[in-house]
């Protein structure tokens, strides 16, 4: 890490790139129009940023399929996709500071992060896909006689991949690497509220040798550009990761325009399960972190917390210690610990819910929505207890640094409480008891059960809910299915 005054003066001198990346190049929006990129922990501007619409869109989609057709990067060989893919994978780590840099300033969160977790996530996903393309074997169906049936995956054309801001370079990450490394061209759009890592990424992807046309990336709103993309007839899958109300729309716009397959990764509202039994100052250690961790802006935070009534006291309290020793301040301080919100309309939105938690639970700790330096878009870490089940702090995805507690008593009561909700991505069980922990991982109605720790994600696990968490998985061998479909060729002879 670098210290606090060379962050600040590498971000001093950043040149961000602003303009939308269409066939290997910069270029402007064909409107001639931009929006602002906000600083959250300042309020300041960044940089104009093209503001892409369904025009960009189709220019991209275009190149993509031009792409895609001659075969540039569709018909070389996986082991010819890999060592380019390899290369962007090491250019993300040469470029580790100016990425982080971009993350940071971007969305809000600490630097301590983008540079330890975000970044080289990225490097690690690109290279794990890239490795892993080249030893995937099709199939010979067993039909015996004079007779070949061959079962081939095939890269299905343009890939649209729209994604959220919490992880702004990751997530676009998840998408691109497999959805490359099996020959497909994509079209990326990237939050507005964090475009700029993904613009620099595609340029890395050109010096790493990525043919032009194969990435295109085109920054703007998700009800133009996003639509655009969800609509477009030319588009034979469409990647989403964002919010359930979203990921609804990405299905209505592919059944009213050419049925594009759609894959989505939505919200959670992720049950943590701590049973008596368990080391309780590790499970306080990881469950804060499994709330507070990106601010609470993870898709599979631990937002819920189901604590066994006779330790529930006790449990809140080394929850409340662990809350307040959260640093919250500059992203760019490596001491900081907890950033601003990614906007101060998303830092109202979660203060609103703060609102609804005093009415109806007991406030731990935090509570406040606060103001740093020039900024007002900085949530205090929120514990509420007894929350009440219909209350809409422990029903609604909140996205932001709040955990509700509720306690139970018996495991099936634990296991009925968990299950109560209308999402399924992700659950913690923190108990010594393999039968209880193994019993309930079979019942938790989730994509990813994580035992005696928090939040288990590695690139060799599939990764995705159930429910409305959304369904198909990105990274792991198994994200290949989203973009490959299977061909059969039968050969008589
Ligand atoms: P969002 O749904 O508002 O936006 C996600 C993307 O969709 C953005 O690129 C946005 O521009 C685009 N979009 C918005 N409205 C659109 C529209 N009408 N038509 C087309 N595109 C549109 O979500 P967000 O606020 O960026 O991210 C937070 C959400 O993402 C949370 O719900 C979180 O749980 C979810 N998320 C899920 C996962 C997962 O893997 N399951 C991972 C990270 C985040």
Redo the contacts with the bound molecule.
Sequence with gaps: MLSYDEYQSKAAGLSFRNQCWIDGAFVPAVSGETFAAINPATGKKLTDVARGSAADIDRAVASARAAFEDGRWSRKTPGERKEVLLRLAQLIRDNLTELALLDTLDMGKPISETVNVDVPGSAMFFQWHAEAVDKLYDEIAPTGGRDVAMVRRMPLGVVGA??????PLD?ATWKLAPALATGNSVVL?????SPLSALFLAELAKEAGLPDGVLNVVP????D???A??RHPDVDCLV????????K??QR?AGESNMKQVWL????KSPNLIFADADLDKAADMAAFGIFFNQG????ANSRLLVQKDIAEVFIAKLKTRAEAIKQGDPLDPETTMGAM?DAQ?ATRVASYLAVGKEDARLVTGGNRITIGSSDAFVQPTIFADVPAHSRIVRE?I?GPVLAVQTFDTDEDALALANDTEFG?AASIWTADLSRAMDLSDRLNVGTVSVNTVDALSPMTP???VKQ??FGR?LSIHSFDKYTALKTIWVKY
Aim: a negative charge.
């Design positions: 729209v994604v959220p801001w919490n992880f997530m759009k990237p939050a507005e509220q703007g709103f998700g009800e550009a996003g639509q993309l969800g989403f990761t964002g919010s359930t109300a979203v990921g729309l990405f716009y990764e939505t919200g959670g802006e993870v898709c599979s990614v998303h995805e996205f991505l990764f995705g809910g968490s959304g990105d």
